[in-house]
């Protein structure tokens, strides 16, 4: 085991942990942020669902990651860690949910354009595509189906929807650390070249991450827009349906993109429409930002160690 | 919130116990009934003003209790807050029955008044709408564990409008105490006022009740 590699390993259990942490806020805030939820049952769920996720469809995006460049190590893929971890804390300071995915994807480019690696441009191509459509197609999706779902809950008692809601929580939650781990994590354990004890390690980083997702799922839940049980659960049920057709085109893709797309979609269709205008410009804002921003910094930072370490 | 407590249907549960709680509320009101006729009869016998009182006090700590369970509960936690205020306006329908049967017991209301009250008023009407409002309202949290909310809303409606024809009949008992102020002593009559005003508040309570439980359907099927 080299010094490299043990670095390697702590950066990453850092970053699945802080990835737990700023896409538990999405998906599991919105549920323990309405009061269905408690924030330990849903990171336990959070840690078996991630894991399951990785293991069984896993090899969707992480293919697409050995496909495109192969299995990255040493100095490079050491700074394209410390890169993430770095911008994580920078847009946690100012309280926005990062995509991890888009900056780590466009970290992981530059790495690959300063080894040499030809990128192909067609699987590049359509990787920005459904990343620019994926939340418009989340939030038309959602928006439809939450008008049906209101539509049928009329039609039962409150009871009913209520006792209804808890149990779609309890499902949507595994439901959705399945997906996010078969996507994300599955990219990350191939960029990585991680094995699957390697993988029980960050299903339980991920989880650790998830109990800490309170206050910023405060932010998204409340700060954003005001959705009630059955907004939530349309929301989740949505934005990460839409990643999983993403997980089987095998593209990485972010579960913070395509989830806030479905909470706006339930917002447009709600009357009153309650959103913090500004806040909504500031999370699209970061969606841009996340992958420009990993790229550059990623770039900037190994151009000059190229030159000095000669990898 | 348990794994296992994931997969009961407490909410049901807890619509029971506030069903309970309500039935509570409401027999403080037929006692207070009762107590009324014995007013009318001669005088209100201290055993079922006691009852009153009891039925008051019971229904306050049930109150406590249920708030202490919605609240720390998982139940209906996205609405928890209307539910707790749900429980705060049912509350007057026993705190505002006790407070007409005091000024009743308490006060010296001359016994012509009384008869002048219940004999060429329309008090007794008054009352019953008040009972049919607090019934209808029952109706109402009976119907919510099971019924969708346009049926809910249909029951409401039954609420309000009970509510209203208790505000008519109102107004006429008070025309009725102001306008003959010749024959009953003026004191009597302020009494009389603040006892039908209160008792007013009763048919309120019910009212304000449903109109929470508007709020809920509006919360709950969002």
Not at chain 1, 213 to 222: C, D, F, L, P, T
Request: with cysteine.
């Amino acid at each position: 085991m080299t010094f490299d590699f043990i670095i390697e390993a702590i950066l990453l259990l850092l970053l699945i942990y802080l990835f737990g942490l700023n896409n538990g806020s999405v998906f599991e805030g919105g549920l323990a942020g309405s009061g269905l939820y408690n924030y330990t049952s849903a990171a336990v769920l959070v840690g078996v669902g991630i894991f399951l996720g990785t293991l069984i469809q896993g090899r969707y995006t992480g293919s697409f990651a050995q496909d495109m460049g192969g299995v990255l190590s040493g100095n490079a893929a050491i700074v394209l860690l410390a890169v993430q971890l770095v911008l994580f804390l920078l847009f946690t300071f100012i309280n926005l949910p990062l995509s991890i995915t888009q900056s780590l994807v466009g970290g992981w480019l530059s790495v690959l354009l300063i080894l040499g690696i030809v990128i192909k441009a067609g699987p590049m191509d359509s990787l920005f595509f459904w990343w620019v459509i994926s939340p418009f197609i989340s939030m038309a999706f959602t928006a439809v189906f939450y008008k049906a779902l209101r539509r049928l809950s009329f039609h039962f008692s409150i009871s009913s929807v209520s006792y209804s809601s808890r149990l779609a929580a309890f499902a949507l939650v595994f439901y959705t650390s399945f997906v996010l781990g078969a996507n994300n994590v599955g990219f990350i354990m191939g960029a990585f070249g991680l094995n699957y004890i390697f993988l029980v390690l960050l299903a339980i980083a991920a989880a650790v991450g998830a109990l800490g997702a309170s206050k910023m799922s405060k932010a998204i839940g409340e700060d954003l827009i005001v959705a009630g049980p059955l907004g939530i659960t349309a929301a989740l049920l949505g934005g990460t349906t839409v990643l999983l057709f993403l997980t089987y085109l095998g593209l990485p893709a972010s579960l913070t993109t395509t989830i806030l797309g479905a909470m706006i979609g339930v917002g447009i269709v709600s009357k009153p429409r309650m959103f913090n205008r500004r806040y909504l410009v500031m999370v699209v804002l970061s969606w841009v930002m996340a992958f420009i921003m990993g790229f550059v910094i990623v770039y900037g930072v190994l151009t000059p160690l190229k030159l000095l370490l000669h990898f | 919130m348990s794994f296992t407590s994931i997969f009961k249907k407490g909410e049901d549960k807890l619509l029971e116990q506030i069903l309970q709680y309500y039935l509570t509320l409401e027999s403080c009101y037929d006692e207070l009934q009762v107590y009324l006729n014995e007013i009318k009869a001669g005088s209100g016998s201290d055993s079922t003003y006691k009852i009153i009182s009891d039925l008051e006090k019971k229904a306050d700590e049930t109150h406590e209790k249920l708030a202490e369970s919605i609240a720390s509960g998982s139940f209906f936690s996205y609405i928890r807050d209307d539910f707790l205020q749900l429980l705060e306006k049912m509350d007057y329908v026993a705190d505002y029955s006790k407070d007409a049967a005091k000024i009743f017991k308490e006060y010296n209301i001359e016994s012509n008044s009384i008869n002048y009250l219940f004999g060429k008023t329309l008090f007794l009407d008054f009352l019953d709408a008040i009972n049919d409002t607090l019934k209808s309202f029952e109706d109402v949290l009976k119907s919510i564990k099971k019924s969708a909310p346009k049926e809910l809303l249909v029951k409401i409606k039954n609420v309000e409008s009970n509510e209203e024809k208790a505000d008519y009949v109102k107004d006429k008992v008070l025309i009725a105490i102001h306008n003959n102020n010749k024959e009953l002593p003026v004191l009597d009559v302020i009494t009389l006022r603040d006892i039908v005003n209160i008792l007013d508040n009763v048919a309120d309570s019910a009212e304000d009740s449903s109109d929470i439980i508007i709020q809920l359907i509006a919360k709950g099927y969002k």
